[in-house]
């Protein structure tokens, strides 16, 4: 398999159906684990357990007034419980994550000589999925 280019990258985001999100330029998914320390007398080596899990999503988006562009705002706003689907390649339909999250973040950053852009974070609402042939 050839090595995935990030330029075909797609999220979506709803709260009954999710649609599109347009003027992304940056999507990235983490996620992570914490350990506790659980090592013993007798033990050679330090021992650990996994406790709780988390992931981070974060939106970097170019503000687009024409096409709903203050729908992540608006959800940010009102913390709305949104579906989401991100794949790291829209044209390959079996690898993606998927779940719940809630929008935080947002505003805009308007430079004088840059576009106006705004970054949002997905908050988990729900354990993520990754799906993979």
Known sequence: ????????AQLYLGVTNAS??????????????DTA????????WRTF????????????KHVDFATGGGALQAWAIA??????YLY???NTTTVYWHGTVRIGG????MGLEDVIDSNFT????????YVHP
């Not at 357990?49 to 970097?60: A, E, K, R, W």
């Open 20 to 33: 599109p999100i347009d003027e992304t330029f940056d999507l990235s998914i983490k996620t992570t684990t």
């Open 79 to 84: 913390r709305t419980v949104l579906k989401f």
């Open 88 to 90: 790291p390649d829209r």
């Open 49 to 60: 357990i996994p406790t709780l899990s988390n992931f981070d999503l974060t939106i970097g």
């Open 106 to 109: 947002g505003g805009m950053s």
């Open 122 to 129: 997905g908050i988990p609402a729900s354990v993520p999925t």
């Open 1 to 8: 398999m050839a090595t995935a280019a990030s330029t075909n």
């Open 37 to 44: 320390e659980d090592t013993a007398h007798g033990d050679a």
